[in-house]
């Protein structure tokens, strides 16, 4: 795709950002990377959120002996075949790895702290007159997608209130988790005690069978500390294991690179977000932090829907800011704090009765202080409508003289 759409002339690998720094006197960033350095009129952060891996702070893991390391950095040069294995997590990402090692391990310890609502996955195979209505029917695409995508607004709107969802979504997972286990110690562990969707909903068609299997032991009790070849739970029981796999999860609410994006009074993003968390306009540009924007910033996380509509929601905002920018030879926009403010107050406000902040749970959702810097709270096509012009009236904006904009016009970025 990179090659046919000719992108990858512009993409520079193996170059991590190390800092960016707003220069409000030539009103440029000036970024600092491994291979070099950059100067940029506008900044575009794309770093996603659930990115930065979470190490658990657990007593001794870090004298462990055997090998450890996240799901999202796996070492595929260790061989699991019959080693003893803890998977600590038992979140989307442990759903995905853990019946693929089931069948290869020795031993698997799956350490649960909180049950999760599990589905079906429904995944079908296409078959080949789909295929042909994809490759040569204009629009059957764009239909097929607009039709998941409805429904998933449906969903939206069940979630937003948790009596509802109970009934209607819930049971569904209800249904799927007693059709499953039919162990009743074990099915007690595995229901949760939250109403749908405050955490993550999950899909599988194979977690429940895999985490049933003979080598398989669902530990349920808190993990106290890790030993140097074993790990110790709260009921004082010591499990040796060869091999312990993190499924803990991201910094999802606080955006490491935030500790790297600056402006040009010294004060880091993370800085601007300390106290109150994080917060942005449109979840997209953020106050005190000229020609910023944030792909999947705050409070653009979907708990029902594509995270792929907000991305070109906010990719169609950043590009019609870009054409407002050079129409009227503007070198700088800032979001006024008090449109910031208003924004988020809105959001959060409408967050409140919805299951993501009322479904009785703890989630990565939310932030230190109780509040929800993750979730947009309403239908995707609402938030596509806010972004589908760049209102530059909620922008404190700077003109650029004719000797530099005809400087920048014929300019690009340049190491």
Request: with cysteine; charged share 25%; hydrophobic share 40%.
């Amino acid at each position: 795709m990179a090659d046919d759409f000719g992108v990858r002339p512009y993409i520079r690998f193996r170059h991590e950002l190390v800092s960016a720094r707003w220069d409000e006197t030539v009103r440029r960033w000036h970024i600092e990377t491994s291979q070099g350095d950059y100067t940029a009129n506008v900044l575009v952060t794309g770093s996603g959120y659930l990115s930065d891996p979470v190490v658990p702070n657990i007593p001794g893991i870090a004298d462990f002996k055997g090998k450890i390391f996240h799901s999202s950095t796996w070492d595929h040069d260790y061989d699991l075949k019959g080693k003893r294995v803890a998977v600590i997590g038992t979140g989307a990402s442990a759903l995905q790895f853990v019946p693929k090692i089931q069948s290869e391990v020795g031993q698997l310890d799956l350490y649960q702290r909180t049950a999760a609502w599990v589905a079906p996955k429904n995944d079908k195979t296409n078959s080949r007159f789909r295929q042909w209505l994809f490759r040569n029917v204009p629009g059957y695409r764009g239909f097929r997608r607009g039709y998941n995508q409805k429904g998933r607004e449906l969903l939206a709107a069940i979630l937003a209130r948790p009596a509802i969802a109970e009934k209607t979504v819930q049971n569904m997972f209800v249904k799927h988790l007693n059709k499953s286990i039919k162990d009743d110690e074990l099915r007690a562990k595995l229901t949760p005690d939250f109403t749908i969707g405050c955490k993550r909903m999950l899909f599988s068609n194979t977690y429940y069978d895999a985490i049933q299997q003979p080598n398989v032991e669902l530990v349920t009790d808190g993990i106290t500390e890790v030993r140097a070849g074993s790990v110790v739970t709260a009921d004082g029981k010591e499990r040796e294991v060869d091999a312990i796999i993190l499924g803990t999860g991201f910094a999802a609410t606080e955006r490491p690179i935030a500790k790297r994006v600056w402006n040009d009074k010294g004060g880091a993003l993370a800085e601007a977000w300390a106290d109150g968390g994080m917060a942005a306009y449109k979840g997209t540009t953020v106050a005190g932090f000229p020609n910023l924007f944030m792909l999947l910033g705050p409070n653009t996380t979907l708990g029902h829907s594509s995270q792929t509509v907000m991305i070109e929601a906010q990719v169609a905002y950043v590009i019609d800011a870009l054409k407002e920018m050079d129409k009227r030879n503007l070198s700088s926009v800032s979001v006024h704090e008090d449109a910031q403010t208003g924004y988020n107050e809105m959001v959060q406000e409408r967050l409140k009765t919805t299951v993501w902040n009322a479904g009785q749970c703890a989630s990565w959702y939310l932030d230190a202080h109780g509040r929800n810097p993750s979730i947009w709270p309403g239908l995707t096509s609402q938030f596509r409508k806010q972004l589908k012009k760049f209102d530059v009236s909620a922008y404190q904006i700077t003109t650029l003289t004719n000797a530099e904009y005809a400087g920048r016009a014929g300019s690009e970025i340049r190491s």
